[in-house]
Structures are given as C-alpha cells and as structure tokens.
C-alpha cells in the first residue's frame, strides 16, 4: 500500500536571478541555491521514517525553472517518486486558499476587513 505522500510547490519570485546583465553569474547563484535547497529536502526525506515523499516546483513568470521529486511513492516496493506523480491535495489547498487571497490583498482588490 502507498504510504501517505505530500506535495509542495514552491512558488518563488526569482527577478533577481531570471533575465539580467549578469545572467550567466546569476544562474550560477540560482544553481547553488537550489542545489543546496534539494540536498537539505534529501537530508529530511532521508531522515523521515514514514516513508513519505516530496515534489517541488520553482516557478518563475508561469513557467517551471526547476523542478524535482524526493522520497519513495511505494517504500515496499522500493518505487522512486518523480516530478509526475499524482497526489492527492490533502489540506494544502488551504495554504493555496490563503496565499492567493493575501495577493489579492497586495492588488487592491480585497481588503482583510471586507465582509465575507
């Protein structure tokens, strides 16, 4: 049976790093960054002994600059997770729910006071 699974998406604002003079040292900085981040979601999967697994997305401008899956789907059968894999949404949708209104907020086009 697959063990219970989480899905993350982290959604970043990289304008410095994206589209600039120094394009090539800002991917550089970029790389490292990511790379370091991924090695320490490793250490965590590694460590967890629920068997549990991690997809993440960095997106830039509506598309994916990187993206990567950690952790086993079926630890069992020894079935790696990947950047494809379905999971159910779970109670993340209320992080979605709330990072979405607060952008709203941002924009003018709601205000936390306003009325439900």
Same mark, same amino acid.
């Given at each position: 049976?697959?063990?219970?699974? $989480? @899905?993350? &998406? @982290?959604?970043a604002? +990289?304008?410095? $790093?994206?589209?600039?003079? %120094?394009? !090539? +040292?800002? *991917?550089?900085? $970029? #790389? ?11 250490? =965590? &999967? ?10 993440? /997305?960095?997106?830039?401008?509506? *598309?994916?600059?990187w993206?990567k /899956? $950690?952790? =086993? @789907? %079926?630890?069992e059968? *020894?079935? @790696?997770? #990947?950047t494809l894999t379905? =999971? +159910? ?7 979605f729910?709330a990072? !979405?209104?607060?952008? +709203?907020v941002?924009?003018? !086009?709601?205000? !936390?006071? #306003?009325?439900?």
């Amino acid at each position: 049976m697959f063990k219970r699974a $989480f @899905l993350f &998406i @982290l959604i970043a604002s +990289l304008n410095g $790093f994206v589209c600039s003079q %120094d394009s !090539l +040292l800002r *991917k550089t900085q $970029f #790389d490292s960054i990511v790379n370091e981040f991924g090695r320490g979601i490793q250490r =965590y &999967i590694q460590a967890d002994t629920l068997g549990e697994s991690i997809s993440i /997305a960095i997106v830039h401008k509506n *598309k994916i600059v990187w993206s990567k /899956a $950690f952790g =086993y @789907l %079926d630890v069992e059968k *020894k079935t @790696l997770t #990947d950047t494809l894999t379905i =999971y +159910l949404i779970g109670s993340i949708s209320k992080s979605f729910t709330a990072f !979405l209104l607060m952008r +709203l907020v941002e924009k003018g !086009l709601l205000k !936390l006071q #306003d009325p439900v």
